[in-house]
């Protein structure tokens, strides 16, 4: 098959699953079959591993700007994917569990992951249950993946929250859109922060991250280096100087729990 024909195979497929993305997104059969075929940050994040590492460098940086010293903190990677963020701040010296529900990321997150910490279990947001076991919880693409509406949200910040010692925080990355930019979960960020605050959050801070324009053109097709990069600064640049945070497709949430 010629190489033409199986990128525009796997348009084809990218789009028949994001028009089928509230059925799809929130099994983990889904998640079970893109780690098998799927290689590097692609696992988890998208198909342009060019495009990831820009990406993955601007979770960290957020990481490092909101969490700041977390060395002997325990955190909490919810929807850990393979765990790499959960080992960054292992490395950073923290003691770091992730879960996630889908078999095959976690295998690749233990395979990835050369020591006890971080640790990994299979595992749902809606059956986390742990009760004031951690310092700080975050997630990445996840809660606007697995909730379906304002009501499942609620829930999984409840359980979150439960799993949270008092003061304890909740870094989140996630898209949050009521437009046609949305995952599974339909709310704009008005919307998704009152329930965060309904459900015992204090807002600290709020983030823009990655042009959204930018990453509709790049995100879904391999594009070289040389294609990718010059685009990606092109984006950043200018949602930067102009201030226009409506061009941010993820938001970084630093609440604190109440």
């Given at each position: ?36 075929m ?10 342009n ?29 919810v ?37 006890s ?38 829930e ?60 509709l ?42």
């Amino acid at each position: 098959m010629e190489p033409e024909f199986k990128m525009i195979k796997k348009l084809q497929s990218m789009i028949h699953d994001r028009r089928n993305r509230v059925s799809l997104y929130c099994r983990s059969e889904y998640w079970d079959k893109k780690a098998e075929m799927m290689y590097g940050h692609a696992v988890s994040m998208w198909p342009n591993n060019a495009l990831n590492e820009y990406y993955h460098q601007e979770h960290l940086q957020a990481l490092h700007d909101g969490l700041g010293d977390v060395k002997g903190l325990h955190i909490l990677d919810v929807g850990c994917g393979t765990g790499r963020m959960s080992r960054y701040l292992a490395e950073k010296g923290a003691l770091v569990h992730g879960f996630d529900f889908s078999i095959k990321t976690v295998e690749i997150a233990k395979a990835l992951s050369k020591s006890s910490n971080p640790s990994y279990e299979v595992l749902s947001l809606f059956d986390l249950h742990e009760n004031q076991a951690y310092d700080i919880a975050l997630s990445w693409g996840v809660v606007t993946v697995a909730c379906t509406n304002a009501e499942q949200l609620a829930e999984g910040l409840q359980r979150i929250h439960h799993a949270l010692k008092p003061n304890g925080r909740l870094m989140l990355m996630e898209p949050i859109h009521a437009s046609f930019l949305h995952r599974v979960l339909k709310l704009n960020t008005r919307e998704f922060i009152e329930v965060m605050e309904r459900e015992g959050f204090q807002l600290i801070d709020i983030k823009h991250l990655h042009c959204w324009p930018i990453r509709l053109l790049l995100a879904y097709l391999p594009w070289p280096r040389w294609f990718t990069v010059p685009l990606y600064w092109i984006g950043e640049i200018f949602m930067r100087l102009t201030g226009r945070h409506c061009l941010g497709d993820y938001k970084a949430i630093l609440a604190i729990r109440k």
